[in-house]
C-alpha cells in the first residue's frame, strides 16, 4: 500500500462546477501537509498548506482530518485554468522526508 | 519566489552515454537539494537528497553509481545519469532548500530525459 493514496481520476467537471479531491495517509507520524499542482510535463508548484483548522485561498479550500488520516482540497467555481494534476504531499522525520501523493488528473469544461 | 533553474530542459542521448542535469538556485543558498524522477502518470519519486560539500544520501533501489550526484557549491548541484539505457528515460526534477528539509523547497523546471 502507498504511503500516499489519492484517486487518479480523471475528474472531468463543467466550469463553474465545485469538486473535491481526496488524499489519505498511512503513516501517523506524517506532520504537515500540502497540495500541489502541476501541469502537464512542467514542475509541480505549491498550491497551498493543510491545517488541521482548515484554511481557504479564494476558491480553495483545504482540510486535514489527523484522526482519519485524510486530506481534502475542495475547488469552488472552476475554471478551465485549473485542470491539472492536484498532487498531495505529506512531510515527516522533522521534514526530512517528503512523500509525494500519485496526483488527481482534473479537466474542467467549457 | 525564489528561482531554481534547472538544464537541459529537455535531452535525448543515445543508449550507453552519460548525461548531466544541473540544478541551480539563482536567489539563495540551497543548502539541501532533492533529485526526484517521475515516470508517467505516477507520483514523484525521491531519489537522493545531497547536501553541500558531503556526499548525497540515496533512497533504496537508487543505484548510487549510475546516478551520481554532486554538490559542490551552496547554488549548484549536478546529477550524472551514467551509461544511460531506454529504461532511464523520464522526468528528472530536482528542488532546493535554504534549511535541510524539503518543505518550502523550490523546484526546478524539471529535464525531460529521453534514452534511445
Known amino acids: 500500500r502507498k504511503e500516499v493514496e489519492q484517486d487518479p481520476g480523471p475528474f472531468n467537471v463543467p466550469e463553474g462546477a465545485t469538486v473535491a479531491f481526496n488524499c489519505t495517509y498511512s503513516?501517523?507520524?506524517?506532520?504537515?501537509f500540502f497540495w500541489y499542482r502541476q501541469d502537464c510535463r512542467k514542475e509541480p508548484k505549491l498550491l497551498m498548506s493543510?491545517?488541521?483548522s482548515g484554511n481557504e485561498d479564494g476558491r480553495f479550500t483545504a482540510q486535514l482530518n489527523r484522526a482519519s488520516q485524510y486530506i481534502s482540497l475542495l475547488i469552488r467555481d472552476s475554471k478551465l485554468s485549473d485542470s491539472a494534476t492536484y498532487l498531495c504531499v505529506v512531510n515527516r522525520d522533522g521534514g526530512f522526508k517528503t512523500i509525494f501523493g500519485a496526483g488527481t488528473r482534473l479537466f474542467v469544461k467549457a | 519566489g525564489a528561482v531554481v533553474s534547472q538544464h537541459p530542459s529537455r535531452v535525448i542521448c543515445k543508449s550507453g552515454t552519460s548525461v548531466k542535469i544541473e540544478c541551480r538556485s539563482l536567489?539563495?543558498?540551497?543548502?539541501?537539494m532533492f533529485w526526484y524522477r517521475q515516470f508517467p502518470k505516477q507520483s514523484l519519486m525521491l531519489m537522493a537528497t545531497?547536501?553541500?560539500?558531503?556526499?548525497?544520501?540515496?533512497e533504496q533501489g537508487v543505484e548510487k553509481d549510475k546516478f551520481l550526484i554532486n554538490h559542490a557549491s551552496l547554488t549548484l548541484s549536478t546529477l550524472t545519469v551514467t551509461s544511460a539505457h531506454p529504461e532511464d528515460s523520464s522526468f528528472y526534477i530536482c528542488?532546493?532548500?535554504?534549511?535541510?528539509?524539503?518543505?518550502?523547497?523550490?523546484f526546478g523546471q524539471g529535464t525531460r530525459l529521453t534514452v534511445v
Open positions: 528542488s532546493a532548500a535554504q534549511g535541510g528539509t524539503g518543505v518550502n523547497a523550490f
Open positions: 493543510v491545517y488541521s
Open positions: 536567489d539563495f543558498q540551497a543548502t539541501t
Open positions: 545531497s547536501n553541500e560539500g558531503s556526499k548525497a544520501t540515496y
Open positions: 503513516n501517523s507520524a506524517s506532520q504537515s
